[in-house]
């Protein structure tokens, strides 16, 4: 069974501060990776995506990957209370599926 | 922006009821998928299309479940006889396969069906 793991919170971090989420997966053969934002009642929204070994920068978001390690982070910046959502790690198989951990949600506090 | 209409945004049918729900993908995408998302639970793979053809499904997409792309912009999902654990936030998503990768699918904003 492929799997992709996340703590499913909720992570409060103070506004200003990084908020740091985590995600594992179990199939090695994974090939791209990527973080969504889902807001409560709405549809997911993609924010990265990550390929290589190591860390990719987008603006206040960075996302790092670690092949060996079968893990999957994200690092929001300067956190804002607009950034209080779901997010939700998901990983491509080798079979080009698309699969979704249950996602980690974050409370910015003002 | 481009964006993935889905239609309607909320259906409430009884149970054994067929429902379809629509979905207009971005014009210039290939791939096409339909994803589930029970209250509270995680967002579920259900089947992804490709050169008018199903080229992976999952368990949940039984018989009762089947997909249609009836003209050139439509992409819809049906089931036959609905049950009250069909219940759930229904998503369309499409996306273009780059070289290096898959970018991410575009979802819709998302059907709510609920079934009584």
């Known amino acids: 069974q492929k799997e992709v793991e996340q703590n499913s919170g909720p992570l409060s971090v103070p506004e200003g501060a990084i908020a740091s989420l985590n995600c594992t997966y179990s199939d090695r053969g994974s090939q791209s990776f990527f973080w969504y934002r889902q807001y409560s009642g709405k549809s997911p929204e993609l924010i990265m995506f990550?390929?290589?070994?190591g860390d990719k920068e987008d603006g206040r978001f960075t996302a790092q990957l670690n092949k060996a390690s079968q893990y999957v982070s994200l690092l929001i910046r300067d956190s804002q209370p607009s950034d209080s959502a779901t997010y939700l790690c998901?990983?491509?198989?080798?079979?080009?599926?698309?699969?979704f951990g249950k996602g980690t949600r974050l409370h910015i506090l003002p | 922006e481009p964006e993935v209409t889905q239609t309607p945004s909320h259906q409430v049918t009884q149970m054994g009821q067929e429902v379809i729900l629509r979905c207009v993908p971005i014009?210039?995408?290939?791939?096409f998928y339909w994803y589930r998302q029970i209250l509270g639970q995680k967002v579920e793979f259900l089947v992804s299309f490709y050169n008018n053809e199903i080229s992976e499904k999952s368990e949940i997409f039984d018989d009762q479940f089947s997909v249609e792309r009836p003209d050139g912009s439509n992409f819809t999902l049906k089931i036959r006889s609905t049950k009250l654990e069909d219940s759930a936030m229904y998503f369309c998503?499409?996306?273009?396969?780059?070289?290096?990768?898959?970018?991410?699918?575009?979802f819709g904003s998302g059907t709510r069906l609920t079934v009584v």
């Open positions: 014009s210039n995408h290939l791939y």
């Open positions: 998503a499409s996306s273009v396969i780059g070289s290096g990768g898959n970018y991410g699918y575009t």
């Open positions: 990550i390929y290589s070994n």
């Open positions: 998901a990983v491509e198989n080798r079979d080009d599926k698309i699969i």
